[in-house]
T-cell receptor, first 116, second 110 residues
Framework: GAGVSQSPSNKVTEKGKDVELRCDPISGHTALYWYRQSLGQGLEFLIYFQGNSAPDKSGLPSDRFSAERTGGSVSTLTIQRTQQEDSAVYLC??????????????FGPGTRLTVT | GDSVTQMEGPVTLSEEAFLTINCTYTATGYPSLFWYVQYPGEGLQLLLKATKADDKGSNKGFEATYRKETTSFHLEKGSVQVSDSAVYFCALVRNYQLIWGAGTKLIIKP
């Protein structure tokens, strides 16, 4: 079946512009995660959605970052007034359930964001 | 807080050599442990996992054993191939968040 998809695959933007990154999780997966992979910081958790519960936004680095998940499916990560330090690969993952344990997270190919 | 430490790379080996990539963790309790792999140009994919102490995860000839005494989850393979060249990430899960090691790049030469 279809895996996690993300769009765009690459995005180049000018400093100060807003960007939207999209994630389509695997159908039926109730949990959705955003991570960021950057050279200086490695892999970092950003935000977590589980069903209709309030998202855990504890990993968002600043208030310029926000995310939504509509209808329990597609998610959009928005970065306002982009800065050069936002340049990274943004990864989306989904899993059949969100509660801890050994539930595997399935990753999309990522969106490479470059802020010039 | 919880953390994962991996050996620094790159690790360069010849084909058919024995592989060990060290991973140690700091955590309260006994979280599930994972190895993820990222092949060139591809997304992260789960390689293997272990959910409790003394469990051994295995896949594609790779193995790792959850050692609570040494808080380790070292990745091993008896005979590596060129196709194993990739970046390997050790991780633990705390509630639902994956907490990652820095990644180890593995280069296998023919």
């Amino acid at each position: 079946g279809a895996g996690v998809s993300q769009s765009p695959s690459n995005k180049v933007t000018e400093k100060g512009k807003d960007v939207e990154l999209r994630c389509d999780p695997i159908s039926g997966h109730t949990a959705l995660y955003w991570y960021r992979q950057s050279l200086g910081q490695g892999l970092e958790f950003l935000i977590y959605f589980q069903g209709n519960s309030a998202p855990d936004k504890s990993g968002l680095p600043s208030d310029r970052f926000s995310a939504e998940r509509t209808g329990g499916s597609v998610s959009t990560l928005t970065i306002q007034r982009t800065q050069q330090e936002d340049s990274a690969v943004y990864l989306c993952a989904s899993s059949p359930q969100g509660s801890g344990g050994a539930c595997e997270q399935y990753f999309g190919p990522g969106t490479r964001l470059t802020v010039t | 807080g919880d953390s994962v430490t991996q050996m620094e790379g790159p690790v360069t080996l010849s084909e058919e050599a024995f592989l060990t990539i060290n991973c140690t963790y700091t955590a309260t309790g006994y979280p599930s442990l994972f190895w993820y792999v990222q092949y060139p140009g591809e997304g992260l994919q789960l390689l293997l996992k272990a959910t409790k102490a003394d469990d051994k995860g295995s896949n594609k000839g790779f193995e790792a054993t959850y050692r609570k005494e040494t808080t380790s989850f070292h990745l091993e393979k008896g005979s590596v191939q060129v196709s194993d060249s990739a970046v390997y990430f050790c991780a633990l899960v705390r509630n639902y968040q994956l907490i990652w090691g820095a990644g180890t790049k593995l280069i296998i030469k023919p």
